[in-house]
């Protein structure tokens, strides 16, 4: 198998994290799109959520991510105890993530499930793909909020779908690839179509935002109900 050469560098993001809620324990922030969650190996790369947060809060250490261009809510754990319980609840699946996002298209169905394995190609790096042979499962609902039109660029009308989406696993691109198969790839996504119809070339950003995050406080064991809307 050839090696991946990553030769991705994130252009400077001027927006900063802003700290929704926090204890001894946990942070909740909510991420600026166009950030990194980890920092990259490229030097270049330095800048990120990570990078960031352990300047302040020393000892932090992430429990999942957020894609590059993807905005909102995010948990930390303040030290290595507080990590593997909420690790813990990820890989068991017990964490609740639901999403906003813009889709192109008009959807026929007002809700749905996808149900499709994804895999990785190293050939098609940083893309993964559809694999039924090679592919591990992936699943998610949508469910329609709005149908409307959004003036696109020269005039054009862009035909828009507001959903809410619910991941039931966590597979990298899981919702950006999955809207893509849906045949309405979300809005400003440069890997999976959300650029490439007319009027949405110049998106100035992916439309997906992480807007609520629930889970079980590993210390208190109170149910943490976060949420945070969509700036779009």
Not at 118 to 125: E, M, N, T
Not at 203 to 223: D, G, K, N, W, Y
Request: neutral net charge; contains cysteine; proline residues 7%.
């Amino acid at each position: 198998m050839s090696e991946i050469i990553d030769t991705f560098i994130a252009p400077p993001c001027h927006d900063e994290i802003e700290v929704v809620w926090q204890d001894e324990h946990l942070l909740l922030i909510n991420k600026p799109a166009g950030l990194l969650s980890l920092s990259g190996k490229n030097p270049q790369n330095l800048d990120s959520v990570h990078h960031r947060l352990v300047n302040i809060f020393p000892g932090c250490t992430l429990v999942h991510r957020l894609d590059f261009g993807t905005s909102g809510l995010m948990v930390v754990a303040r030290n290595k105890a507080v990590n593997a319980a909420l690790c813990q609840q990820f890989s068991e699946r017990t964490v609740n993530k639901v999403y906003t996002a813009l889709l192109c298209g008009h959807l026929a169905d007002d809700a749905g499930v996808i149900d499709a394995p994804i895999a990785k190609d190293p050939a098609l790096f940083p893309m993964m793909s559809i694999c039924a042979v090679h592919g591990k499962p992936a699943r998610s609902r949508y469910r329609v909020v709005e149908r409307f039109y959004q003036q696109g660029e020269e005039g054009t009308l862009l035909p828009l779908t507001r959903v809410i989406l619910t991941p039931e696993t966590g597979r990298t691109h899981q919702l950006r690839i999955r809207c893509q198969h849906l045949g309405h790839p979300i809005l400003g996504c440069d890997l999976y179509g959300g650029l490439t119809r007319a009027g949405t070339a110049r998106t100035p950003r992916l439309m997906l935002h992480a807007s609520e995050l629930h889970f079980v406080h590993p210390i208190s064991a109170q149910p943490i109900n976060a949420r945070h809307a969509s700036p779009f």
